[in-house]
């Protein structure tokens, strides 16, 4: 059964007229992605072309989804907005607050004691406000998406990074903080500036040990964690429509590492069939009616220069497995050259653990062709030299691969079963012996792989690859091991190879769940009750964020100057934090306590100017936010990067920071501190980072001029008496410098102005 039918069908009634409209508004054939964005505009019927990379555009997303962890900041801002219902259809999902540790039964049973009190405000709260709740256990918020939710042509948004998994059934969806969602569950419009388009032709078929993720692997090389900062990535061609729906979602869910806004894919067969598999067969037959409104314009896929701003071509006949990392998901390196580079960078070649499945790389397909090889493992007389480990992405999932099998045969290897949920993706990784920060080598078929993201250890290195590749590896236990070539000593000390991986892109009996775990919200949630307990330390009820004075910004301490590479993980970090997720004042002690100091070199150890003293972050800012004393975090490079969580930007808002001047910024970011009311400004000359000192004090000189394009200029007193003053830019436009004056943009929504 198709969830919110006639919503979809309504999307594809309007589609055509829509796209035809803008089509000759445009003045020529159109992207699918310009295809599904002015069928989404808020006023209807496009009237202008818009743009890319300079206009800011109101659209009106079709769906929103939450998880848990997110869920929570966002539930409680939308309680504060005053509606009696969500607007748009609405999703939470239990995925995050889920522990992996011994096995999926034993772990699953201790967050429901342990996170009770949350999952019970959540299904609440969701029962109230007619919002589809998924209970601890179900599944990972974006392969229960692509099962149930994702469409071809539809636009959605989620409060999580890899809400972009969703490209993989033909959608534009996107990750956004809390209250950009809670805009659209108010039924408010949704800004997002006009993107701009990368296109990645796909050449040729992927075969043998080639898996669709090897080729965001290949792009995440090319482009680095940056490159797709401000763009969506369309990929096309034949190698596009001779992979598997899931494959593509393992390729548009890793686009958020690339920081682009989403991937996409036309649709084809390949979506068709994994429609029809899961049970929606109406939203298949809907598509196929407009199926050529549902890809892009022949003419854009047969001259790409044309109509992309860039263009990358992959012959996936050619492509090489890869293993990106350690430490950033944009280090690619072809499995035929990791021995050399793993040499020469003195990693360590042990093997210590193998993961596979996540959001990411959870799909039955992928389960299946790991199976193959875990097969080999008895029939070639081999023993794993590595820990193994299995997270399957839904319980549809875990199910189908019980029923078909799969899961007895990776236990036969020794393999471990995690919850359906995120786990050791997020942090959420009870590992033992981690808290000894042992230097270890790691691969898994995740997304990220930033320091400590797995197991809060700093010093195990994590190399993300295809699931097929990373249980080759455990098997050999060896960073060195080059399964297309290399051989491995059985148990009765003969050399033998493993076969190349087999699998079935859908279960040929069907996908199977007794209990899928979608709890459906009261028809009348009027009489429902939400209880927070004022004593909760996991529950916090939310109070309004103070509206600015008018007044420039003076006696501002530098709080923190953040050295390299800080993303959200470094800003606001997951793993034991998340339990904190729903109480602002809690979670704020973990601000920017991952973050380098550029003085010191040392994380959670800045100077307070107060007394001279050195301490914590957060302890530091509370000092100042006592005080009066407003303060300034400045950044560098892409800060911000990684995921959505808006908590990055709510701490620094609730501890007194009024702004965060950096290099550049990750998208989601930027967008999340506008919303919170802070003021996200980039050095209109990047050298000036090197000019702020320690002991600065900071002064705004005309932020009462506050005004679209105008640059602000700052003051940074040195403790000699000596001054810089610097320029910074800023992209706010008139309606988000109306957020900053009211204090935040859910303080306008409450207010009955947005």
């Known amino acids: ?75 409680l801002q939308f309680m504060h907005a005053g509606k009696s219902k969500v607007a748009v259809p609405t999703t939470v999902h239990c995925d995050h607050l889920i522990q992996a540790k011994v096995d999926a039964v034993t772990d699953l049973a201790r967050a429901k004691t342990q996170s009770n009190e949350v999952f019970d405000f959540l299904s609440s709260v969701s029962n109230k406000y007619g919002i589809g709740f998924w209970k601890p256990g179900a599944g990972i918020i974006h392969q229960v998406v692509l099962e149930n939710y994702a469409f071809p042509g539809g636009m959605m948004i989620g409060t999580d990074s890899h809400t972009v998994n969703a490209g993989g059934l033909g959608m534009v969806a996107i990750g956004v903080g809390g209250a950009d969602a809670v805009d659209v569950m108010s039924g408010m419009a949704w800004e997002l500036k006009f993107p701009k388009l990368i296109g990645v032709k796909l050449t040729g078929k992927l075969s043998g040990w080639t898996a669709p993720k090897d080729v965001i ?7 680095t964690v940056k490159g797709g900062t401000g763009a969506i990535v369309e990929y096309f061609g034949e190698g596009a429509t001779a992979m598997s729906c899931t494959g593509k979602g393992t390729i548009c869910n890793m686009g958020a590492e690339i920081g682009a806004t989403t991937s996409t894919f036309g649709y084809d067969d390949s979506m068709s069939r994994y429609l029809r598999s899961t049970n929606r067969a109406e939203v298949a037959d809907a598509a196929d009616k407009i199926a050529p409104y549902l890809t892009g314009d022949p003419e854009v896929y047969a001259n790409p220069e044309k109509y992309f701003d860039q263009v990358i071509e992959i012959n996936l006949s050619t492509l090489e497995p890869h293993l990106n990392g350690p430490f950033t998901p944009d280090l690619a390196t072809p499995i035929s050259k990791m021995k050399d580079e793993a040499v020469k960078n003195n990693w360590p070649l042990q093997i210590q653990v193998g993961l596979i499945g996540s959001c990411t790389n959870s799909s039955y397909e992928d389960i299946s062709r790991a199976a193959s090889l875990a097969r080999q493992v008895a029939d070639k007389n081999l023993k794993t030299k590595s820990q193994f480990t299995i997270t399957p992405g839904s319980e549809v999932v875990r199910s189908t691969i019980e029923r078909d099998g799969f899961i007895d045969t990776f236990h036969k290897i020794g393999a471990t079963v995690f919850a359906n949920a995120c786990g050791p993706c997020i942090g959420m990784w009870d590992r033992e012996g981690a808290e000894k920060e042992e230097r270890n080598t790691i691969v898994h078929s995740f997304n990220r792989n930033f320091s400590k993201r797995a197991d809060g250890n700093p010093n195990t290195l994590a190399f993300v690859g295809s699931p097929e590749l990373v249980t080759a590896l455990a098997i050999a236990g060896d960073l060195s091991f080059n399964p297309l070539t290399d051989k491995l000593i059985n148990e009765d000390g003969e050399e033998v190879m493993l076969d190349e991986p087999t699998g079935d892109e859908l279960p040929a009996k069907g996908f199977y769940a007794e209990d899928p775990g979608f709890q459906a919200p009261a028809e009348d949630g009027s009489n429902v009750q939400v209880v927070v307990n004022p004593a909760s330390e996991r529950l916090q009820l939310l109070a309004p964020f103070d509206a600015w004075d008018g007044k420039n910004i003076t006696g501002a301490k530098l709080l923190i100057k953040a050295f390299g590479k800080c993303t959200t993980d470094h800003i606001s970090m ?25 003085y010191n070199q040392k994380t959670n150890s800045v100077k307070n100017q107060l007394t001279g003293e050195y301490d914590a972050v957060p302890a530091v800012a509370r000092a100042y936010k006592a005080e009066g004393v ?15 969580r808006e908590h990055a930007a709510m701490e620094p808002r609730f501890l007194g920071v009024k ?12 967008t999340n501190l ?51 003053i610097i320029l910074a830019n800023h992209t706010y436009n008139e309606g988000q410098i109306g957020w900053f004056v009211a204090g935040s943009a859910l303080n306008l929504i409450a207010a009955g102005k947005a």
């Open 674 to 724: 506008k919303k919170q009311g802070l003021l996200g400004l980039t050095f209109a000359n990047e050298a000036d980072y090197d000019k702020i000192q320690e002991d600065d004090t900071i002064n705004f000189l005309d932020l009462t001029e506050f005004a679209p394009g105008k640059p602000l200029t700052i003051e940074f007193v040195h403790a000699d008496g000596t001054k810089d």
């Open 659 to 670: 702004a965060v001047l950096v290099k550049s910024f990750a998208r989601i970011h930027e």
């Open 574 to 598: 997951a793993g034991p934090w998340l339990r904190f997720r729903g109480h602002l004042d809690n979670i704020s002690n973990n601000m920017l306590i991952g973050a380098v100091n550029a």
């Open 630 to 644: 407003p303060s300034i975090v400045v950044g560098d490079h892409n800060y911000g990067e990684g995921s959505s």
């Open 217 to 223: 692997l290949k792009v995440a090389g090319i482009l």
């Open 1 to 75: 059964m198709a969830f919110d039918i006639e919503m979809i069908k309504k999307v594809y009634e309007n589609m055509p007229n829509r796209v035809d409209k803008a089509r000759e508004i445009v003045g020529r054939p159109l992207t699918l992605t310009e295809k599904i964005l002015y069928n989404h505009l808020w006023d209807g019927n496009p009237t202008k072309a818009f743009g890319r990379g300079v206009d800011y555009v109101d659209f009106a997303p079709d769906r929103v989804a939450c998880q848990d962890a997110t869920a929570q900041m966002a539930l």
